[in-house]
């Protein structure tokens, strides 16, 4: 951990753990893609609910991720650190939505939410820049994985998988 972060954000407090994805975002190298990585468990574990609930589920980690995400980057003193990952965690979620889940939906899932996140096409750009707070850490990331569940259930359509 950077020792800047080591005075600032503790595991031991539960909206810095969920903020920094599990601990995942205190990985020096790739942080978002590390708490998407961090995603894939707490998917998994979801697989036997039915779409209801985890749709549900999805939403609360919108829901909460808001006020973790803004409680966090308050706690650091920076907007969208980039150790704050939560967002990534639900960003996953949002990208399975009603998605058969198989190795290939899974690794095509998770390099579309990549992309979308790293390149933010419109509006993602658009929302990164201009909504801040809690909020707009969660909002660009979410509409990420709205374009990434769309891409990949027209992709899945379109497979022989």
Known sequence: MHPD?????????????LGLGFGSGLIPFMPGTMGSLAAMPLLLLMLPLAAEFYVLITLLSIAIGVVICERTARDLGVHDHGSIVWDEVAGMLVTFLLVPISITSLVLGFLLFRIFDIWKPWPI?????????????????????LMACAVLHIALYYLPV
């Open 5 to 17: 972060l080591r005075k600032k954000v503790s595991l031991a407090n539960p909206y810095h753990f």
């Open 125 to 145: 750009s658009f929302l990164d820049k201009h909504v801040h707070g809690g909020l707009g850490i969660m909002l660009d990331d979410i509409v990420a994985g």
